[in-house]
């Protein structure tokens, strides 16, 4: 059974960075594609980024593009959100997400199967 934890979340003042962290674990995820969402109050769950596990192909919302960076660590199992230029529209939940696939520019959150709970960013002004 997969399961994803995140952590590095906190409260940041604009133009300053965080780094999120995602920890994978229940199967090998060759093949998968692992992601980040986030939600503000009152919104949508939106897509910020995605990369694919076997070939660390990447793709970006326009919001964050430039600013912020995916990465994975295969042997760690992890996935990582680098934040920097930090704005408070990015206040928000930030979840980490797996779908069982490469189509990693497929930004549709209903094609995710697997969630973590999710960790607050607060990037005050």
């Known amino acids: 059974q997969v399961q994803l934890v995140e952590s590095g979340g906190g409260l940041v003042q604009a133009g300053g960075s965080l780094r999120l962290s995602c920890a994978a674990s229940?199967?090998?995820?060759?093949?998968?594609?692992m992601s980040w969402f986030r939600q503000a109050p009152g919104e949508e769950r939106k897509f910020v980024a995605s990369i694919t596990w076997s070939a660390g192909s990447t793709y970006y919302a326009d919001s964050v593009e430039g600013r912020f960076t995916i990465s994975r660590d295969k042997a760690a199992n992890a996935v990582y959100l680098q934040m920097n230029s930090l704005k408070p529209e990015d206040t928000a939940i930030y979840y980490c997400a797996v779908r069982r696939d490469g189509r990693y520019y497929d930004t549709d959150l209903d094609d995710y199967q697997y969630w973590g709970q999710g960790t607050q960013v607060t990037v005050s002004s």
């Open positions: 229940g199967r090998t995820f060759a093949g998968y594609t």
